[in-house]
């Protein structure tokens, strides 16, 4: 019985311990060697948990306009830093530095920095960092 028992258990923390291994795999998902930097219109922003995501309007290497999809942190750590869902507007110009897509002609980032010009609002640089 004493073995049954240490086994479930066992599994249980292996089961626990790749899960989350497998959420904070931000190198599996994005090139965390390189940045980017996108400058552009906020379309929506989409505050939520386990990450929120901030969609930007911003060319690509080329010239184009595409829509970005940036990820950002969850609502708990980015309250902490005074990040609300009232923080960003559609239609707010944001510049955003962040890690690209792995995935080529994916047009998706790792939050690493935003500001908006207008008012000098800056998340990033100051110690925070997407978890």
Same mark, same amino acid.
């Given at each position: 019985m004493r073995r049954v028992v240490f086994l479930v258990i066992a599994l249980a923390a292996l089961v626990a311990a790749t899960a989350a291994y497998a959420h904070h795999s931000y190198a599996a998902t994005y090139n965390v060697a390189e940045q980017i930097t996108l400058e552009g219109k906020l379309v929506q922003f989409v505050y939520r948990n386990p990450h929120s995501f901030v969609?930007?309007?911003?060319?690509?290497?080329? /010239?184009?306009?595409?829509?970005?999809?940036?990820e950002w942190g969850g609502t708990a750590?980015?309250?902490n830093d005074g990040v609300n869902r009232d923080t960003l507007k559609v239609g707010d110009e944001v510049v955003i530095l962040g890690r690209p897509s792995r995935v080529t002609g994916e047009y998706r980032a790792l939050m690493v920095r935003l500001t908006?010009?207008?008012? /000098?609002?800056?998340w990033g640089g100051r110690g925070q960092v997407v978890d």
């Open positions: 969609h930007v309007q911003a060319p690509d290497q080329s /010239g184009a306009m595409q829509r970005w999809a940036v750590q980015l309250a908006r010009p207008s008012d /000098g609002f800056t």
